[in-house]
């Protein structure tokens, strides 16, 4: 086949993609296709070098592959469709058949555009712009085509290598498709596993991925074993298809709660587990957060970090609502996992409790139930399936917890006389600045590990 075939024949393809038509409009497969138009209608020498231009630009921004070819790869099978979220659920094989003869079609189509020839599509670029007068352009053009080329069967993506290969049609395989979205999720699920619920004009909110989240592991948490087998346990279930119960995590400050989620999730995505963190001013958007989760084959952890309301916000009417499990259900597969400092998340001061004198003066406070009101701000914490409870460490607990932060960073030596130094100093560090926790021990062995003297030694 030469050059203008292939030319005409890609295009094509890309003009024939139905199930994964969004992909049309990804900018590398878009500018793609302007170069070969404009190729194809022998453009102004300097528009097919801006188009080029425009199409290795786009390439090296990707930074996800090191051909064109791993990159179309990664862009097919984590493309977010109505076709790829029912095979969340289903075999393609469960599918109806013409539903995977589209499928399959699209695939083959992407199959043949991934392995677009394009140190042929440099050479005739090339060729065209020599005869303008344009060699240096030419012939840099002509070496770009070749490196951004593929030879071999790459993909990107732990899971991913050997779904497509570059001397099959990628139609085949869509059954492989099929078991890894099953596996791992359709789109943005199948890539990351935390998300934050970003709030937004009416139809605008929406899930956006976590790109770097907190890589923290259990097995770098010491102390609390209770706590978290209580967290992991109920994770399980949840996973398992059991009921589970919504859990607050209350306690003390710094003493690993929100870590433990986080740990948890992190230990268990591969088993489909995700976690959305949605803040409190995001609470009146439960529904819709759970309308977007329940339409997903994955299970969901709703995370609420630090959750606490002052006496005067009516925010927690929606969290209260789901829990209580009012007209907007929860979903199987979601589950809601808070954390907070306070027992009764909502401040109580002693002017909020009724007294007498607001009773006989019920007009003037505007509220003739206010014991109810009250009770039911304070209850919030009993919707809750599970509580559990961290408490701030003693001394020798808080000193074990620095000594395996210590160990793990390599900074706790060996001798005795080092690791004596080490408690002491851990000691001094929690009297000087924040008290006993995790997180105090934790930042303790960070700055042992920058190799700075301390504050007392100055």
Not at 88 to 115: F, H, Y
Not at 133 to 143: T, V
Not at 240 to 265: F, P, Q, W
């Amino acid at each position: 086949m030469n050059i203008a075939e292939a030319i005409l024949k890609t295009r094509a393809d890309i003009a024939g993609l139905s199930l994964f038509s969004a992909l049309k409009k990804h900018p590398l497969i878009q500018s793609l296709d302007i170069l070969l138009e404009d190729i194809f209608r022998k453009a102004a020498p300097l528009d097919l070098v801006r188009d080029w231009a425009g199409f290795t630009k786009i390439l090296a921004q990707e930074g996800r592959a090191d051909s064109f070819y791993s990159r179309i790869v990664f862009l097919t099978i984590t493309d977010d469709n109505a076709f790829t979220r029912k095979l969340e659920t289903a075999a393609p094989d469960q599918l109806p058949p013409a539903l995977c003869v589209l499928a399959a079609n699209d695939l083959s189509r992407l199959g043949r555009i991934a392995a677009f020839d394009l140190p042929g599509l440099g050479a005739r670029l090339a060729g065209l712009l020599t005869k303008t007068g344009l060699e240096e352009s030419a012939a840099a053009i002509g070496k770009e085509a070749k490196f951004l080329s593929c030879d071999t069967d790459t993909a990107v993506g732990a899971g991913m290598a050997g779904l497509f290969s570059k001397n099959t049609g990628w139609g085949e395989a869509l059954p492989k498709l099929g078991a890894y979205i099953r596996a791992h999720g359709a789109g943005e699920m199948g890539l990351y596993s935390f998300f934050s619920w970003s709030a937004g004009p009416q139809s605008c909110s929406s899930l956006r991925p976590v790109l770097n989240p907190d890589p923290i592991k259990l097995t770098d948490l010491s102390g609390y074993e209770d706590q978290r087998s209580v967290v992991v346990a109920n994770t399980l279930r949840f996973l398992e298809g059991k009921i589970a119960n919504n859990l607050l995590l209350y306690g003390d400050r710094g003493t690993g709660k929100s870590a433990t989620v986080k740990a948890v999730c992190n230990e268990y995505t591969g088993r489909g587990l995700r976690l959305v963190e949605v803040r409190k001013g995001n609470l009146p958007e439960l529904p819709a957060i759970l309308n977007t989760l329940s339409s997903r084959a994955l299970r969901f952890i709703v995370f609420i970090d630090d959750l606490s309301f002052e006496n005067t916000d009516d925010s927690f009417i929606d969290l209260k609502a789901l829990l209580d499990g009012g007209i907007e259900s929860r979903p199987d597969n979601v589950v809601i996992y808070a954390t907070s400092n306070r027992r009764h998340l909502v401040k109580e001061r002693l002017s909020d409790r009724p007294n007498s004198a607001e009773a006989a003066n019920a007009a003037s406070t505007g509220d003739i139930r206010a014991f109810d009101t009250m009770q039911e701000q304070f209850s919030l914490a009993d919707r809750f399936g599970i509580t559990v409870v961290y408490t701030a460490p003693n001394q020798d607990e808080y000193l074990c917890i620095a000594c395996f932060i210590g160990q793990r960073q390599g900074v706790l030596g060996t001798g005795e006389e080092e690791q004596r130094r080490f408690r002491d100093n851990a000691l001094r560090w929690e009297r000087w600045f924040n008290g006993r926790s995790p997180r105090t021990a934790a930042q303790y062995v960070e700055w042992v590990a920058g190799g700075a003297g301390f504050p007392w030694e100055s």
